[in-house]
Nanobody, 122 residues
Framework: QVQLVESGGGLVQAGDSLRLSCAGS????????MGWFRQAPGKERAFVAA???????ALTDSVKGRFTISRDNAPNTLYLQMNSLKPEDTGVYFC????????????????WGQGTQVTVSS
């Protein structure tokens, strides 16, 4: 089974960029649909972006034009390029994997990383 480890979070100012990475172990990484979710303080975990095993991508409306999701199956890494960051992008970012029916559905993903904190100051 794939295990996921996120990295790349940090404290930045509004307008800055960050690239999150999610390293996956296991030889079946390429078969999974992958997603990024974030959990802001006091809020539920919410969909940010996803990419299918075939490369189709989806983004939540608030990050379109600013964030890009990509994957490199060799070596087993998922990325989230975040540009023009805003304070409302603050939260813990989780990567997730699964054979999902709906890319935006948190409950469809069954493998999760531990999360990486992103804090955007104004």
């Amino acid at each position: 089974q794939v295990q996921l480890v996120e990295s790349g979070g940090g404290l930045v100012q509004a307008g800055d960029s960050l690239r999150l990475s999610c390293a996956g172990s296991g030889r079946t990484f390429s078969r999974y649909d992958m997603g990024w979710f974030r959990q802001a303080p006091g809020k539920e975990r919410a969909f940010v972006a996803a990419i299918t095993s075939g490369g189709y991508t989806a983004l939540t409306d608030s990050v379109k034009g600013r964030f890009t999701i990509s994957r490199d199956n060799a070596p087993n890494t998922l990325y989230l390029q975040m540009n023009s960051l805003k304070p409302e992008d603050t939260g813990v970012y989780f990567c997730a994997a699964g054979a999902v029916r709906s890319l935006q559905a948190l409950e469809d993903y069954d493998i999760w990383g531990q999360g990486t904190q992103v804090t955007v100051s104004s």
